[in-house]
């Protein structure tokens, strides 16, 4: 099974910067882009984060990628109103070949920071969804955890201050170690297993290196997206693939 992260800020494709945030559009040769990447690499599951599930009131690229893709199934969560287009509802998706099983969505733990731009403008964190699927691959069960963890540096914090917030991804997946278990998306921490100890020696981190480009969030290229596979599962092969987004596409080939 080839599964992937990505982090597509929204199809707008510019940084969060919240003393010089600027309302965007929705970009068309975007959301092509996200169909030519699914169908280059032929991914078998696509989890995404900051993915717009409504785009005035239309799941316009959700169709797309089902009406273009292999990608016949879809379970998706928006959590809160776009900051980067007008019109638009985010959150985080799954896309996959094969049937989505006993789907639930839970929330990371919101600790409601608040920030005063430059400009006056105030924002306030938004909730941050978790999925988690069962699939079956020729009578192989596998279980699937997704998240986007908060963007702490925004708001001038950082995970360690809030790191209960992570509690409820820890105990999701506390919960299915027992399955053939793969864990992915963007943690928004480059030390993940210090925010979750119990999984530390329960999950390998199969990528293990910076994971964004450059300019993110003005920290250079770090580690904020992970695919974190247990025993059950063997790695084939890695992938990180360069796209519109501050964030790389991470993928895997794993059995």
Not at 51 to 62: A, C, F, Q, R, S
Not at 153 to 158: E, H, L, R, V
């Amino acid at each position: 099974m080839k599964i992937a992260t990505w982090n597509i800020n929204e199809c707008v494709g510019i940084t969060c910067d919240l003393d010089n945030q600027k309302i965007g559009e929705i970009n068309k040769d975007n959301m092509g882009e996200i169909v030519r990447k699914i169908n280059e690499y032929d991914f078998d599951v696509v989890c995404f984060q900051e993915y717009p599930v409504l785009i005035n009131g239309e799941e316009t690229l959700t169709n797309q990628i089902i009406e273009q893709t292999s990608l016949k199934n879809s379970y998706t969560y928006d959590t809160y109103e776009s900051y980067l287009f007008n019109g638009g509802r985010v959150g985080v998706a799954i896309f996959s070949k094969y049937k989505l099983e006993n789907k639930n969505h839970t929330l990371f733990g919101n600790p409601n920071m608040t920030k005063v731009s430059s400009s006056g403008a105030i924002y306030h964190s938004f909730d941050k969804g978790i999925l988690k699927v069962d699939i079956d691959i020729d009578k192989k069960d596998y279980t699937i955890i997704t998240g986007h963890a908060m963007a702490f540096a925004p708001f001038d914090k950082t995970e360690f201050d809030y790191p209960e917030s992570y509690k409820p991804l820890e105990e999701l997946i506390s919960n299915n170690l027992d399955s053939n278990l793969v864990v992915l998306g963007d943690f928004n921490s480059e030390e993940a297993f210090k925010l979750m100890p119990t999984i530390k020696d329960k999950l390998k981190d199969v990528i293990d290196g910076p994971t964004t480009k450059e300019y993110y969030e003005k920290r250079g290229e770090v580690q904020m997206d992970y695919i974190l596979i247990n025993k059950n599962i063997k790695l084939n092969d890695t992938y990180k693939l360069d796209n519109f987004s501050d964030h790389y596409i991470i993928g895997a080939d794993i059995s």
